[in-house]
């Protein structure tokens, strides 16, 4: 069975620092991943994906994440946050063989601080 | 421009009624689905649809109808066996078959049963 781990509910963080939230995957076969952001009542927009290739992929917004197969680690980053960064963060995986199946992680909350 | 349009945007029943949910797209994909988001719990697939006329249950399909009679358009009914219906519902979709495959979202409709 497939499922993503999302380790923090609520970051909250000051304005110039910088962030990473956690997420961790399991999975019998390969998978796509995928960071998605969401702001209030908002639907989800994508911030980057990993498919395949270099590990470190960059994203929109000045986020890049890290996959790491041996620790089924899919960590979002940022070096610099700003207010406006303020949303719901979502790790996803879809898997190699149905691309089109969607796991979601539970969301962490990123509350930038003036 | 392309995208996914969900309407309305909030939406007041009365318990005990059926209520509609709109989803549409026109990015031409062939997979579509229906979340429903509540508070620290993430996204719950509800229905998903992989081609016109063919559809399969979700995790919580429970109290949940859907459709698929275009390829453009995937109606969620929310039904009086719903217990719970006060949500966030989400569409998204995305290309079907083998293949990397990001999923689109609408910007969602609140549904708030009293």
């Known amino acids: 069975a497939q499922s993503v781990t999302q380790l923090d509910s609520q970051v909250p963080v000051f304005e110039e620092a910088p962030v990473e939230l956690r997420c961790n995957y399991s999975?019998?076969?390969?998978?796509?991943l995928f960071w998605y952001v969401q702001y209030p009542n908002q639907g989800l927009q994508l911030l980057l994906k990993?498919?395949?290739?270099?590990?470190l992929v960059k994203g929109i917004n000045g986020f890049e994440a890290e996959f790491n197969k041996s620790q089924t680690s899919f960590h979002l980053r940022k070096p610099s946050v700003h207010i406006s960064d303020t949303a719901e963060y979502f790790c996803?995986?879809?898997?190699?063989?149905?691309?089109?199946?969607?796991?979601f992680g539970t969301g962490t909350s990123l509350t930038v601080i003036p | 421009d392309g995208g996914i349009t969900q309407s309305p945007k909030y939406l007041f029943r009365k318990e005990g009624q059926n209520v509609t949910l709109s989803c549409e797209q026109n990015?031409?994909?062939?997979?579509m689905y229906w979340y429903r988001q509540d508070p620290g719990q993430g996204l719950r697939l509800i229905y998903y649809?992989?081609?016109?006329?063919?559809?399969q249950k979700g995790d919580i399909a429970e109290g949940y109808s859907v459709s698929r009679e275009k390829k453009e358009s995937f109606p969620l009914t929310v039904t009086s066996a719903q217990k719970n219906p006060t949500a966030f519902y989400l569409c998204?979709?995305?290309?079907?078959?083998?293949?990397?495959?990001?999923?689109?979202f609408g910007q969602g409709t609140r549904l708030t049963v009293v």
């Open positions: 998204a979709s995305t290309y079907a078959g083998q293949g990397w495959a990001e999923a689109f």
């Open positions: 999975s019998s076969v390969s998978v796509y």
């Open positions: 990993y498919l395949s290739g270099s590990t």
């Open positions: 996803a995986v879809s898997l190699w063989n149905t691309g089109n199946q969607f796991y």
């Open positions: 990015l031409n994909h062939d997979a």
């Open positions: 649809s992989q081609i016109v006329n063919d559809f």
